[in-house]
Structure formats: structure tokens, C-alpha cells
T-cell receptor, first 110, second 115 residues
């Protein structure tokens, strides 16, 4: 069945450093790739997304890249801050079903 | 401009009881998704519904679980004869409609504890 693998499961970085989270998907029909941030006790919130006709997208300190041939996409957070600490989920969607990765717990150390 | 509303936020049930979780999608959204999240784990797809229709229930356990999204009122996820393994956070998300590949808006979740 459809599957999204996400790595690493935990990531600790020093404040100001960059963080990179990687995902791989299996369904070649996927054409939409959102990233969600989940803080403790809350629901996931969209932070950035990318569609299959785009290779890279940037929004301030956050960027996402997509390699459709390799079925890889990545989240890059630069100049990390303590408030970036949370669990991050990638997802791949065909427009019908959204399959989520297993999550990355990011800790930004002050 | 209310977001996705889920209630109750917390629910405690004893083994064998029934749990009903409700989800009101964002205004104008006709599609609802339910996900289950176990502690320290990811979001597992359960079911995808539109008004009066189940589109995809491939993630739903075959027994004890059911979901509906009536023409009027919220979507309901029903768990009969709950067991301890049902303890989890259940998240609802809504979107404008099928084929509109776009953002899912999540609620804050309903946390079920089975004693």
C-alpha cells in the first residue's frame, strides 16, 4: 500500500543551526506534499507545502525541496529558534488520501 | 471564522462502553478525514468522508468502529465496546473537496482514555 517514510525520528540542533528532515513516498500518483508542525497537546498545523510541478519553495526560514524522480522531499529550517521545537510531519497526497510520515521530534537547544 | 471544531477534547470511558467523537468541519468544507495518533507516534489514516458518503474507510478497523457525516450536523466517529488499546488522540481534518489537492485543516483532537 501507500507509504511515506520520514527520517530522522528525533533531531537535536543548537539554536541558530539548520535542521533538515527527509521523506520518501511510494505512490507515484502523489502530487501534493505538505509539511505540518504539531506542538504538544495540539493539532497539526500546515507550515509549508509544495506541488509536483515545483522543485523548491521557500517561506522565510523554511524551505521544501521535491525530487519527483527519486520520490524524495525535504524540509529545511534555517536559523533555528527554540520555538521551532515540535514534532514535524510530512505527507503525500493524491488529492484523495493524505498519507503521513511517522514524524520527527525536533529539539532546538538554546 | 471558526476552524475545525472537535468535541469532546477529552473523554474517559471504561472498557465495554461506547465513545462518540464529533467533528464540525470548517465553514464551506464538505470533506472530512479522521486520523488516530497513539502516544509518540504518527497520524494513521482511518476514514475519509463527504456529506452522506464514505469515500475511503480502508484505515478503519473492521469491527467496533464506524463513522458518518450526515447531511446536517457534525461528522461522528463511533467506537463501540472500547478496549484499552483504543486509547489515543483522534484528529479530524477537513478540506474543501475531492480533487482540490490542498491543505487539510486539523482540529485540536479528542483524547480518549479507556480505563
Amino acid at each position: 500500500g501507500e507509504n511515506v517514510e520520514q527520517h530522522p525520528s528525533t533531531l537535536s540542533v543548537q539554536e541558530g543551526d539548520s535542521a533538515v528532515i527527509k521523506c520518501t513516498y511510494s505512490d507515484s500518483a502523489s502530487n501534493y506534499f505538505p509539511w505540518y508542525k504539531q506542538e504538544l497537546g495540539k493539532g497539526p498545523q500546515l507550515i509549508i507545502d509544495i506541488r509536483s510541478n515545483v522543485g523548491e519553495k521557500k517561506d522565510q526560514r523554511i524551505a521544501v525541496t521535491l525530487n519527483k524522480t527519486a520520490k524524495h522531499f525535504s524540509l529545511h529550517i534555517t536559523e533555528t529558534q527554540p520555538e521551532d521545537s515540535a514534532v514535524y510531519f510530512c505527507a503525500a497526497s493524491t488529492g484523495r488520501k493524505y498519507i503521513f510520515g511517522t514524524g520527527t521530534r525536533l529539539k532546538v537547544l538554546a | 471564522n471558526a476552524g475545525v471544531m472537535q468535541n469532546p477534547r477529552h473523554l474517559v470511558r471504561r472498557r465495554g462502553q461506547e465513545a462518540r467523537l464529533r467533528c464540525s468541519p470548517m465553514k464551506g468544507h464538505s470533506h472530512v478525514y479522521w486520523y488516530r495518533q497513539l502516544p509518540e507516534e504518527g497520524l494513521k489514516f482511518m476514514v475519509y468522508l463527504q456529506k452522506e458518503n464514505i469515500i475511503d474507510e480502508s484505515g478503519m478497523p473492521k469491527e467496533r468502529f464506524s463513522a458518518e457525516f450526515p447531511k446536517e450536523g457534525p461528522s461522528i466517529l463511533r467506537i463501540q465496546q472500547v478496549v484499552r488499546g483504543d486509547s489515543a488522540a483522534y484528529f479530524c481534518a477537513s478540506s474543501p473537496g475531492q480533487g482540490n489537492t490542498g491543505e487539510l485543516f486539523f482540529g485540536e483532537g479528542s483524547r480518549l482514555t479507556v480505563l
